[in-house]
């Protein structure tokens, strides 16, 4: 007999995993009301609560979006272009960007009284730029519709295997604007999109849409519900969309826990994942790395902190007495240019190649809630090598000796996100087995910040991947709107007198 959960009571032990048991807590039993949902993450016992009212916020954005995908296979593929040349136009218009500024800067002031980051919350004049850029790059994408994969002909009869849309395409995304626009590259191939955002920038997304998004839809003659954004503050939001079953891929940006835990609602709700959530990039010296080229790559590879950005540099035991002063002074090239300092963690056991001056010292490191006053250099084990350092201005970032580009590999296999693998080398045998040797899904020889879908390869991306959750369904590499779609098989008969 099915039963409505009603009411939680402190203590209820609730089943996981077939044989797991978690308790419900206090705080869940006095929020939890008739009408809302529970959902228990079978792959850890997380118990999450969804409140009715966001729930429906959730569910009516998903009907909507629905909907529209039925309605977007009667329009053209210019009217599609059309709607990217009208967003992208919105966005130059210095009327409408000014709601969206203004919107913003409310986010920002919100999100530095609850000392929250606001590194990539700001929508800049580049933020800008690049979003209008990325649209027009949709705009001047080929149609994705019908496009033939395989034709297969037979006697009197053929089949062609052919793209088609994939459906309603979920996304939860950190509080960065300009993901926003990112996104909707999906409408391309014929999809729709429901957004979630990251509350601290809840209002600029408002403003994106009513003023940019919503608007060209509508004078492109596109269903409105065709991207959609779920208008809710609650962190709850993203659990009740990607627990929707509609839903034909869910697709999560953020932290790397959140995002872990979005996947995990979104599997055991039917939903196929693509996650773009840990991150962070491993630079190798190799003995013979030419000092200059490796000073570039560690400085341009800090400019400012976001997935690709140099997180752990190894170098070899060999080289520590000429490269470590070349690292340190590219490091503090690196902060000076933000103004803030730098901060290093150095393996156990490394801190004595260091100078004695560095290990003696302290720094301002300035964090989301303010500067604080830290030693300049911290000791790590090596496990601590998985750590990803979101640091706001002051670059921050592990050094760990090697004694060959195997070892660095086996390193960057056991503790990195196997997301960027970058060699400095001259050698090409060295360059070639130090790729082959590491899981990673970006491997290259210069500075790591170029791994980034729209500067690669000119398309916007949905997200970058790493291998730590395997190689399936896009999630190594960039997942880009065009890469949203499936495969029909459509057969075409010239003989009526065909049979089996």
Not at 80 to 103: C, Q
């Given at each position: ?65 629905r909907a529209a995908f039925t309605d977007i296979a009667k329009v053209s593929d210019q009217q599609i272009t ?419």
């Amino acid at each position: 007999m099915t039963r409505t959960l009603e009411t939680l009571t402190e203590g209820m032990p609730i089943v996981w995993g077939g044989d797991r048991l978690s308790l419900v807590t206090p705080e869940l039993a006095a929020k939890f009301r008739a009408g809302d949902r529970l959902i228990v993450v079978q792959e850890c016992g997380d118990l999450l609560h969804i409140p009715r009212t966001v729930h429906d916020i959730a569910e009516a954005a998903v009907t909507r979006a629905r909907a529209a995908f039925t309605d977007i296979a009667k329009v053209s593929d210019q009217q599609i272009t059309d709607f990217f040349e009208r967003f992208a136009a919105n966005l130059e218009t210095p009327a409408i960007w000014d709601e969206v500024a203004k919107a913003n800067s409310q986010d920002v002031d919100w999100a530095t009284a609850r000392g929250r980051s606001t590194t990539r919350l700001v929508a800049s004049d580049r933020m800008r730029a690049d979003m209008i850029d990325g649209l027009r790059a949709w705009r001047d994408t080929p149609a994705g519709r019908e496009r033939l994969v395989e034709r297969v002909d037979h006697d009197g009869w053929s089949v062609e295997q052919i793209t088609a849309p994939l459906g309603v395409v979920g996304f939860v995304f950190e509080g960065r604007p300009n993901v926003f626009a990112d996104a909707a590259g999906v409408i391309r191939g014929g999809n729709t999109v429901v957004f979630r955002i990251g509350g601290d920038a809840l209002q600029t997304a408002r403003a994106l849409s009513s003023h940019a998004l919503i608007p060209a839809l509508r004078d492109s003659g596109l269903p409105e519900g065709a991207a959609v954004l779920v208008d809710s503050l609650e962190h709850a939001a993203g659990w009740a969309l990607f627990s929707d079953s509609r839903l034909s891929l869910a697709v999560a940006r953020g932290s790397g826990p959140a995002v872990a835990q979005l996947g995990g609602v979104a599997r055991q709700s039917g939903v196929p994942v693509s996650l773009h959530g840990t991150g962070g990039a491993w630079l190798v010296a190799a003995p013979d790395a030419d000092e200059a080229r490796f000073a570039a790559a560690v400085f341009h590879s800090l400019d400012r902190k976001v997935c690709n950005t140099l997180n752990v540099c190894c170098i070899h035991r060999t080289r520590a007495a000429d490269l470590i002063p070349v690292f340190l002074q590219a490091l503090k090239r690196a902060g000076d240019r933000r103004g803030h300092g730098v901060k290093l963690h150095v393996a156990a056991g490394d801190e004595a190649a260091l100078p004695g001056r560095w290990l003696a010292a302290r720094t301002r490191v300035r964090r989301a809630d303010g500067d604080h006053d830290e030693p300049l250099v911290e000791v790590i084990a090596d496990a601590d090598l998985a750590h990803e350092w979101e640091w706001e201005e002051t670059p921050e970032v592990s050094l760990k000796l090697v004694d060959s580009p195997d070892h660095a590999a086996t390193l960057f296999n056991t503790y990195s996100p196997r997301f960027i693998a970058s060699i400095i080398t001259d050698d090409d045998a060295t360059r070639r087995r130090f790729f082959a040797a590491v899981d990673a899904a970006f491997i290259g020889d210069g500075f790591t910040r170029w791994v980034d879908g729209q500067y690669a390869l000119n398309r916007p991306e949905l997200g970058l991947s790493n291998w730590q959750a395997g190689r399936l369904f896009a999630r190594a590499g960039v997942l880009s709107g065009d890469g949203v779609y499936t495969v029909r098989a459509r057969m075409m008969q010239t003989d009526p007198d065909v049979a089996r």
